[in-house]
Each structure stands twice: as structure tokens, then as C-alpha cells.
């Protein structure tokens, strides 16, 4: 940080306030959770009001069309506040300005927009608040100057439960994929700083953390330390202290038996796969370039069933991309039915410029929404059915905040990621209990509190 602008800005901070919003991914919640510890560092305040706030931001993500058609909206109500406010600072950053159409863009169509930055320049934020303070122009920069190992400092999203970045950065090239080019090319974090974290996080009374990376399962690969994802997480796993130990995104053309022995392994490596798949066709998928068969797929799931009987697996299904015909998405429907899904992320295709499907013909939007309920009909009795299987049984739960429509009521997670609802008093937040599970949904469990650890 530039010492000499804070001590020429120290007062300027005072009684300030920010507001962060954040779209997309766990990545970019992290980030946001670095950008918000900047911000309180200057001296910055957080507000829930986004229109009070001094300091307004949106974190970005492009991923589909109508994450960038939301921020837009959102940018575009605070034209009016910027006019009425003009000291107060608007910034953009993340996904979509790593990309130069997004970025001129907002550059072009939101003069009220003060402050642009990328997703590898976080560390510069300070820097860049105090150019603008000092030119009163327009700072945009989109540089990198991330250093690959550092110990960020980060407000992680309660005191229980943190993100820790392994990697950045995708190499897959998914074709429909804009990841790639928003964050760049992969980059494995050396092992004893992810390790130095999670000790930092766990003697400091973290009980769960969640691995993240866009496909964890290639970690080390370019890297000069001959360290696997597996052996990155029998490693971590096995620090003292560690209650839950969660990781995501895997990609299922590099799930090994290794990583299932790992987790195997140890109690408190959550008994949870998320494993895109995508589609269920082999046509389709080779035109995705995800580089994993249908049967693959299956065999997969069926590795992870029969040494973890009791694992919970999760997934992501795209409908409608150009190249899926009816036949092609009976094969995903066939795949949802032979695996069992306990939860779904189900998306519409959505062409992304610069990737290599935005040029392919797209399907008609009738046929798409109609594959998209018949994919969900498929889906949800399933996930019924899943969670109804829980009910009679006793499972532990990190309680990790109080419902939103019921004060007397806690939500938490079980290890398998199953969302529970039990009545419990707010003290408990953060601790890990015992419920047994009396009812559930499509989407919940519910049950009564037995044991407090
Ligand atoms: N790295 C992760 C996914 C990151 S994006 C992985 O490979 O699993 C999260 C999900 O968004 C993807 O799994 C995919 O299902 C969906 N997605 C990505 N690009 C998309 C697009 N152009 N249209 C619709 N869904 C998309
Ligand atoms: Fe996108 Fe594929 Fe990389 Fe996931 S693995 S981020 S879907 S390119
Ligand atoms: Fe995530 Fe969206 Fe970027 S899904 S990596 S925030 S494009």
C-alpha cells in the first residue's frame, strides 16, 4: 500500500461506508471477501444498504447472458444516485472486465462508474481508490499483480467457515465456456501456503473450509512441486483440529481413485462430490469438449458409490447447447435417472462471445424451455426421494445461521451438504449438533436438536 496517500487520506476514510454485491461464483465470493477486507483496512465501514453506502462495488461474472444483464440493471438505478451524490465512488470489477467487450462497454454506457479492475489486480484496490481520490478521473486497470503464493488477508464469510483458493485460472476449454478467458490460464498455489492457511484458519477456531478452483482435480499439474490434488488434501485433511474439509469443482475426466481413497480416508473430508456433468450424450459432450464419455460419467459415480456408500453427488446440467438434439437430451435424462442426483445446478445454454460454440446455430427457445421443465420434473422427485431417505436417521450439522423466515430456527449442512432446518437458539450459530431427521422436501431436512458438541 501506498503509506504516504494513507496518511494523506487517513481522515478521508473516517465514518465511511462500502456495500459489496457479488455475482457468480464461490471465486468471486472470495474475492469479494478480499475486496471487503481492503475496503475495512482503508477504514471503510460495511453497510447492507447499498444505496447509503460511500463506496458501492459489483463483483462480475459473465458466465451466462443474464448474470450480465442484471448488473447492468443494477448499475444503471445508481446513475441517479452518483448524480444526486457525485462523492460517492462507484466501482466494477471481476469477470466481466477481464474481457474487452464488457469492459468498454461499462466504460462507454456508465460514465457513472468511477473505478474499473480485473480479477488479478485485487491487491492494487487501495492503490487504485487513492488515485482516483487524487486525480478525481477515472482510474481503470485490469493488470496483474498477483503474486501466486501469497497469504491473502480476507474477511471469510463468518468465523467458522473460510474459502481457501488452491488455484486459479482454467485450462479446459469448455466450448461454451467463458471462464477460461475471465480468469485466465491455471495456476496451482504452492502446498505449504494453502497448508499455512488452513493451520492460520484452524488454530483460530475455522471448523470448515471449502478448497476452491475451477477443476481442483489438476492441481499441480504444470507446477514445479510434485504434489497432487489428492496428496494436497490427505495432507490438509490431516491437520489437527480440522472438523469439515470441503473442495470444489471436479472435473470428471480427472477423478481418480486416489482422490476417493483420500477421502475415504479421513472422517472429516465431507462426504459430498460436486461432478459436473454437463450433458448425457457423447455427441454432445465431445462438442463441449469435456473430454469424459457418458459411460466414464457413470463409472465414476459408481467408483465414489461403492467405496463412500453413503456419499451425496451433485452436479451441473447445461440444456439447449446448439449441437443437442432430442435424442441427445434423453441421454441426460437417462444419465439423471441411472445416477440419482441429491441436487442439481440446472442451466439454460447461453452464448458466450469468444468461445468456440457463440458461432453454432442456437436451438429454438420453445424447444429449450420445454427440455428445461421435463429436465427439472426429472430431477426434483429424485432429490425428494434423496432426502426423504435421511428421514429416521441422526446426522451431524454445522448450524451456520438463523432462517430467514423463522427466528426460532436454525439452518445448517450436514457433512453430505444436505440443507437442514432445525429449532435451535441463535447461540448455537457455528457449532456443530446432532439432529434427527423427522421431515424433509425436495430441497430440505428438518429435524430435532439431540446433542450440542
Ligand atoms: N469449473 C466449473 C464450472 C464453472 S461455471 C466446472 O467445470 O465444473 C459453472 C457452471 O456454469 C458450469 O458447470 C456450467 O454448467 C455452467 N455454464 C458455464 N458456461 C455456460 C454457458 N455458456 N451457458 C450455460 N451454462 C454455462
Ligand atoms: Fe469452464 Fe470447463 Fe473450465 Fe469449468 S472446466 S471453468 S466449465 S472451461
Ligand atoms: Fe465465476 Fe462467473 Fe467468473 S462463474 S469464474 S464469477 S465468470
Given at each position: 500500500?501506498?503509506?504516504k496517500a494513507?496518511?494523506?487520506?487517513?481522515?478521508?476514510?473516517?465514518g465511511?461506508?462500502?456495500?459489496?454485491?457479488?455475482?457468480?461464483?464461490?471465486?468471486?465470493?472470495?474475492?469479494?471477501?478480499?475486496?471487503?477486507?481492503?475496503?475495512?483496512?482503508?477504514?471503510?465501514?460495511?453497510?447492507?444498504?447499498r444505496?447509503e453506502?460511500?463506496?458501492?462495488?459489483?463483483?462480475?461474472?459473465?458466465?451466462?447472458?443474464?448474470?450480465?444483464?442484471?448488473?447492468?440493471?443494477?448499475?444503471?438505478?445508481?446513475?441517479?444516485?452518483?448524480?444526486?451524490?457525485?462523492?460517492?465512488?462507484?466501482?466494477?470489477?471481476?469477470?466481466?472486465?477481464?474481457t474487452?467487450?464488457a469492459?468498454?462497454?461499462?466504460e462507454?454506457n456508465?460514465?457513472?462508474?468511477?473505478?474499473?479492475?480485473?480479477?488479478?489486480?485485487?491487491?492494487?484496490?487501495?492503490?487504485?481508490?487513492?488515485?482516483?481520490?487524487?486525480t478525481?478521473?477515472?482510474?481503470?486497470?485490469?493488470?496483474?499483480?498477483?503474486v501466486?503464493?501469497?497469504?491473502?488477508?480476507?474477511?471469510?464469510?463468518?468465523?467458522?467457515?473460510?474459502?481457501?483458493?488452491?488455484?486459479?485460472?482454467?485450462?479446459?476449454?469448455?466450448?461454451?465456456?467463458?471462464?477460461p478467458?475471465?480468469r485466465?490460464?491455471?495456476?496451482?498455489?504452492?502446498?505449504?501456503?494453502?497448508?499455512?492457511?488452513?493451520?492460520?484458519?484452524?488454530?483460530?477456531?475455522?471448523?470448515?473450509?471449502?478448497?476452491?478452483?475451477?477443476?481442483?482435480?489438476?492441481?499441480?499439474?504444470?507446477?514445479?512441486f510434485?504434489?497432487?490434488?489428492?496428496?494436497?488434501?490427505?495432507?490438509?485433511?490431516?491437520?489437527?483440529?480440522?472438523?469439515?474439509?470441503?473442495f470444489?469443482?471436479?472435473?470428471?475426466?480427472?477423478l481418480?481413485?486416489?482422490?476417493i481413497?483420500?477421502?475415504?480416508?479421513?472422517?472429516?473430508?465431507?462426504?459430498?462430490?460436486?461432478?459436473?456433468?454437463?450433458?448425457?450424450?457423447?455427441?454432445v459432450l465431445?462438442?463441449?469438449?469435456?473430454?469424459?464419455?457418458?459411460?466414464?460419467?457413470?463409472?465414476?459415480?459408481?467408483?465414489?458409490?461403492?467405496?463412500?456408500?453413503?456419499?451425496?453427488?451433485?452436479t451441473?446440467?447445461?440444456?439447449?447447447?446448439?449441437?443437442?438434439?432430442?435424442?441427445?437430451?434423453?441421454?441426460?435424462?437417462?444419465?439423471?435417472?441411472?445416477?440419482?442426483?441429491?441436487?442439481?445446478?440446472?442451466?439454460?445454454?447461453?452464448?458466450?462471445?469468444?468461445?468456440?460454440?457463440?458461432?453454432?446455430?442456437?436451438?429454438?427457445?420453445?424447444?429449450?424451455?420445454?427440455?428445461?421443465?421435463?429436465?427439472?420434473?426429472?430431477?426434483?422427485?429424485?432429490f425428494?426421494?434423496?432426502?426423504?431417505?435421511?428421514?429416521g436417521t441422526?446426522?451431524?450439522?454445522?448450524?451456520?445461521?438463523?432462517?430467514?423466515?423463522?427466528?426460532d430456527?436454525?439452518?445448517?449442512?450436514?457433512?453430505?451438504?444436505k440443507?437442514?432446518?432445525?429449532?435451535?437458539s441463535?447461540?448455537?450459530?457455528g457449532?456443530?449438533?446432532?439432529?434427527?431427521?423427522?421431515?424433509?422436501?425436495?430441497f430440505?431436512?428438518?429435524?430435532?436438536?439431540?446433542?450440542?458438541?
Amino acid at each position: 500500500m501506498n503509506l504516504k496517500a494513507l496518511e494523506k487520506y487517513k481522515d478521508y476514510f473516517k465514518g465511511k461506508t462500502y456495500n459489496v454485491t457479488t455475482f457468480g461464483c464461490q471465486m468471486n465470493e472470495h474475492d469479494s471477501e478480499r475486496i471487503s477486507y481492503l475496503l475495512e483496512d482503508l477504514g471503510y465501514k460495511h453497510t447492507d444498504i447499498r444505496e447509503e453506502a460511500d463506496f458501492i462495488l459489483f463483483n462480475t461474472c459473465l458466465v451466462r447472458e443474464n448474470a450480465e444483464l442484471k448488473l447492468v440493471g443494477q448499475i444503471s438505478s445508481l446513475k441517479k444516485i452518483k448524480q444526486a451524490h457525485p462523492e460517492k465512488i462507484i466501482a466494477v470489477s471481476g469477470c466481466m472486465m477481464q474481457t474487452s467487450t464488457a469492459r468498454e462497454m461499462i466504460e462507454k454506457n456508465h460514465k457513472e462508474v468511477d473505478i474499473i479492475f480485473g480479477t488479478k489486480n485485487i491487491n492494487s484496490l487501495q492503490n487504485l481508490i487513492f488515485k482516483y481520490l487524487e486525480t478525481g478521473e477515472r482510474v481503470v486497470d485490469v493488470s496483474t499483480d498477483l503474486v501466486k503464493d501469497d497469504f491473502v488477508k480476507y474477511n471469510s464469510k463468518n468465523n467458522f467457515q473460510a474459502y481457501v483458493n488452491i488455484m486459479r485460472g482454467c485450462d479446459n476449454f469448455c466450448s461454451y465456456c467463458i471462464v477460461p478467458q475471465a480468469r485466465g490460464r491455471e495456476e496451482s498455489r504452492r502446498p505449504s501456503n494453502i497448508i499455512e492457511e488452513v493451520e492460520y484458519l484452524v488454530a483460530n477456531g475455522y471448523k470448515e473450509i471449502t478448497l476452491l478452483g475451477q477443476n481442483v482435480n489438476s492441481y499441480g499439474n504444470k507446477s514445479d512441486f510434485n504434489v497432487t490434488f489428492p496428496q494436497l488434501l490427505d495432507k490438509i485433511a490431516s491437520i489437527d483440529g480440522l472438523e469439515r474439509l470441503r473442495f470444489t469443482t471436479s472435473h470428471p475426466k480427472d477423478l481418480s481413485k486416489d482422490l476417493i481413497k483420500v477421502m475415504k480416508n479421513h472422517d472429516n473430508i465431507c462426504k459430498y462430490f460436486h461432478l459436473p456433468l454437463q450433458s448425457g450424450s457423447d455427441k454432445v459432450l465431445k462438442d463441449m469438449n469435456r473430454r469424459y464419455t457418458q459411460k466414464d460419467y457413470i463409472e465414476k459415480v459408481k467408483m465414489l458409490r461403492e467405496e463412500i456408500p453413503e456419499i451425496a453427488i451433485s452436479t451441473d446440467i447445461i440444456v439447449g447447447f446448439p449441437t443437442e438434439t432430442e435424442e441427445d437430451f434423453l441421454e441426460t435424462l437417462n444419465v439423471c435417472r441411472k445416477v440419482g442426483f441429491d441436487y442439481a445446478f440446472t442451466f439454460i445454454y447461453s452464448p458466450r462471445p469468444k468461445t468456440k460454440a457463440y458461432k453454432l446455430a442456437t436451438i429454438d427457445k420453445d424447444i429449450v424451455q420445454d427440455r428445461f421443465q421435463r429436465l427439472l420434473d426429472e430431477l426434483y422427485p429424485t432429490f425428494y426421494e434423496k432426502n426423504k431417505a435421511y428421514i429416521g436417521t441422526r446426522h451431524k450439522v454445522l448450524l451456520e445461521s438463523v432462517s430467514k423466515n423463522d427466528p426460532d430456527v436454525l439452518t445448517g449442512r450436514t457433512d453430505t451438504n444436505k440443507l437442514v432446518h432445525v429449532k435451535a437458539s441463535k447461540s448455537l450459530v457455528g457449532k456443530i449438533v446432532e439432529v434427527d431427521i423427522k421431515e424433509n422436501t425436495s430441497f430440505t431436512i428438518t429435524g430435532d436438536l439431540v446433542k450440542i458438541y
